[in-house]
Structures are given as structure tokens and as C-alpha cells.
């Protein structure tokens, strides 16, 4: 792409990121990172890393509106994010060692199994089901923000895309309640996940300034959508997203893998 446009895109991928991280929690990350590398064939070491600042500030400004509305579940949040923080402070570290090609496919594989959950979540749930009554169980909230965080920190991401889905199917908590506390405890994983990709050399701050830029104007759309729209909805919409974004993914890191363009 051409000096001349991509700050354009990058600025279209940070609005886009913005509404998803605003509307199913996620930090926008999961969507950033595989929209670089389709879009602007950015190398894997930036699409890791530089999307962190936008994520923070986007979950500071979706978590912030959550909470004027009350949908933020704090006891949740205290369970899970000493957990989560400490994953993604390892998996951030374990990029070291690790091929960034190896983490490309890895990214495909868990934005497939996120935006699978979520559909498969959507056929079984109505508008009229009670969610959210399930007591909060230490030895199940903490070894899932644990390994949320290694993931969010070996690939970059708030860790949303795998807290809103377990919380939602392993604790049974309900889609807007798991939304709204997911991106609290994606702004507190953000700060150590930037730092540490920060010291390995994995941000390019041309790009993280564009991305934080259009994040700002996204992230107040998704959450306005998710406090508006039905439950269902939120669920169909997000893992219909999630899986278009990892089909599309897994064609671009075939076809890295055989050669091709």
C-alpha cells in the first residue's frame, strides 16, 4: 500500500477495531491485527504489538461507559485479573522464543474457536432465558483469566476474545455482564502486555498512533450497540464476525507459508 494511504487504513482499522472492542469486549486486537496483515501485509513482530495502546485506550473508554450503566460485574473482575495479568505477562515474554509465523497461525485458530463458541452460544439462547445466576467459582474464573492472558500476551490481545466466551459458557454469567467486565480486565492486561512488547522492539508508533485514533471514534459506536440490542443478537453478530475475520486470516497465512504473494 502507498505512503499515501495507509493512514488511511490504518485509521479505518482502528474505527472498525474500536466497535468491536466497545460492543463484545475484546479490546479490538483480535480485529486489528488480522485486518493489518490482510490489509497492509504488516510483519508479524508490528501486527502484535503495535495494536496495544489502541486496546487500552479502547477499553478504558468501552469499560468507563459500562460502568456509568452498571453492567460491570466487579467481583468478577477482582477474581480475574491478578490471574490474567500474570498470564499475560509470561505469554508477552514467551514471544521471545517463539516463531511470529508459528503465532500467526495460532492467532487463526483461537479467533475460529472464540467466534464458533459464540454461534454455537446464540442457537441455545433466547431473549427470555435468565443468565448471570450461577455463583462465581474461584477454581473455574481463575485458571480461565490465566490462560486468557497467556494468550492475549503471546499474541498481543486484550484477552476478551477468550474471557467473554469461557465466562459466558463456563460460568454462565450473562453476554452483557461478561462483555462489560471483559473489558475492564482487558485495560489493566494492557499495560503490562504493552510494556513488555515495547522493550522487544514489537511496536511501530506510526501505526499505534493511527490505530488509537480511529479507535477513539469506534469504540463509543459498539458500546452504544451492545446496550441497545438484544442478547441474541450480540451473540449471532459476534461470532459471525469472528469467524469471517479468521477464514480470511487462515487464506493470507496459507498462502504466506506456501510462497505465495
Given at each position: 500500500m502507498s505512503n499515501i494511504h495507509w493512514p488511511l487504513a490504518t485509521l479505518a482499522i482502528g474505527v472498525i477495531s474500536g466497535i468491536s472492542s466497545g460492543a463484545f469486549g475484546i479490546g479490538g486486537g483480535v480485529v486489528s491485527k488480522p485486518l493489518l496483515r490482510l490489509i497492509l501485509h504488516a510483519s508479524p513482530g508490528y501486527v502484535i504489538g503495535s495494536p496495544i495502546p489502541a486496546q487500552f485506550l479502547g477499553a478504558i473508554l468501552g469499560s468507563t461507559s459500562y460502568y456509568r450503566r452498571g453492567m460491570i460485574n466487579w467481583k468478577l473482575v477482582r477474581q480475574a485479573a491478578p490471574l490474567a495479568i500474570a498470564g499475560t505477562i509470561l505469554g508477552a515474554y514467551s514471544t521471545r522464543f517463539v516463531r511470529h509465523s508459528y503465532l500467526m497461525v495460532l492467532l487463526v485458530l483461537?479467533?475460529?474457536?472464540?467466534?464458533?463458541?459464540?454461534?454455537?452460544?446464540?442457537?441455545?439462547?433466547?431473549?427470555?432465558?435468565?443468565?448471570?445466576?450461577?455463583?462465581?467459582?474461584?477454581?473455574?474464573?481463575?485458571?480461565?483469566?490465566?490462560?486468557?492472558?497467556?494468550?492475549?500476551?503471546?499474541?498481543?490481545?486484550?484477552?476478551?476474545?477468550?474471557?467473554?466466551?469461557?465466562?459466558?459458557?463456563?460460568?454462565?454469567?450473562?453476554?452483557?455482564?461478561?462483555?462489560?467486565?471483559?473489558?475492564?480486565?482487558?485495560?489493566?492486561?494492557?499495560?503490562?502486555?504493552?510494556?513488555?512488547?515495547?522493550?522487544?522492539?514489537?511496536?511501530?508508533?506510526?501505526?499505534?498512533?493511527?490505530?488509537?485514533?480511529?479507535?477513539?471514534?469506534?469504540?463509543?459506536?459498539?458500546?452504544?450497540?451492545?446496550?441497545?440490542?438484544?442478547?441474541?443478537?450480540v451473540y449471532i453478530l459476534f461470532g459471525v464476525f469472528l469467524v469471517t475475520v479468521s477464514l480470511a486470516l487462515a487464506r493470507l497465512e496459507i498462502r504466506t507459508l506456501l510462497g505465495g504473494s
Open positions: 483461537v479467533v475460529m474457536w472464540a467466534g464458533g463458541r459464540m454461534m454455537s452460544k446464540a442457537l441455545r439462547t433466547t431473549d427470555q432465558e435468565e443468565e448471570g445466576s450461577a455463583p462465581l467459582l474461584v477454581r473455574k474464573t481463575c485458571p480461565t483469566a490465566f490462560v486468557a492472558g497467556l494468550l492475549a500476551g503471546l499474541l498481543g490481545l486484550g484477552g476478551g476474545f477468550v474471557m467473554v466466551p469461557a465466562f459466558s459458557v463456563l460460568l454462565k454469567r450473562e453476554i452483557k455482564e461478561c462483555i462489560a467486565s471483559s473489558l475492564a480486565i482487558v485495560a489493566l492486561t494492557a499495560i503490562p502486555n504493552g510494556v513488555t512488547h515495547w522493550i522487544l522492539g514489537h511496536i511501530n508508533w506510526q501505526l499505534a498512533l493511527f490505530l488509537l485514533l480511529g479507535q477513539l471514534t469506534g469504540v463509543w459506536f459498539g458500546t452504544v450497540f451492545t446496550v441497545k440490542s438484544s442478547r441474541r443478537l
